[in-house]
């Protein structure tokens, strides 16, 4: 395995737990510098194209989710991260996710990913989000 790899792999690895830990905690700037500008997000209900659109999918959560009630939150855990290196500037990846909320085990699933470095920097430049399961008190409702 050649230096780059190692490198890449690692800041992958950085990049979907920056997206999570930011997201979690309402960074909504921060989440969004890690997709490249032209990010397409796939969720059950349809794709969203760019970072405005993206951005909704953040704050359509957050005001869903917490409801005026701080006491409400989102805490995403990510593993088995399978990383594969198609060159220097572009890669695919997968991870499992559980999301825990105020009801414990929220809901569940796998996101699929392919990553591109922009300047240097892997980013997010497609995210498809596949739900698995969820429990029956998920705040995210049926």
């Not at 930011?22 to 969720?43: I, K, P």
């Not at 999301?99 to 430049?125: C, F, M, N, P």
Request: charged letters at 30%; aromatic letters at 10%; glycine letters at 10%.
């Amino acid at each position: 395995m050649e230096h780059w790899e190692l490198s890449a792999r690692e800041a992958i690895r950085d990049l979907v737990a920056r997206y999570n830990a930011n997201g979690d905690s309402g960074r909504f700037e921060q989440v969004l510098e890690l997709f490249t500008a032209d990010a397409v997000m796939e969720l059950p209900d349809g794709p969203r194209s760019g970072l405005e659109e993206i951005r909704s999918i953040f704050t359509g959560v957050r005001d869903k989710i917490t409801q005026g009630d701080p006491s409400r939150y989102l805490r995403h855990i990510t593993g088995t991260h399978q990383i594969d290196l198609i060159d220097e500037t572009h890669a695919r990846g997968r991870c499992y996710f559980l999301v825990l909320t105020r009801v414990g085990l929220d809901h569940w699933g796998r996101y699929i990913d392919e990553y591109q470095a922009v300047d240097g920097e892997w980013k997010i430049s497609r995210r498809r989000v596949i739900t698995d399961g969820r429990s029956p008190a998920s705040l995210y409702g049926a």
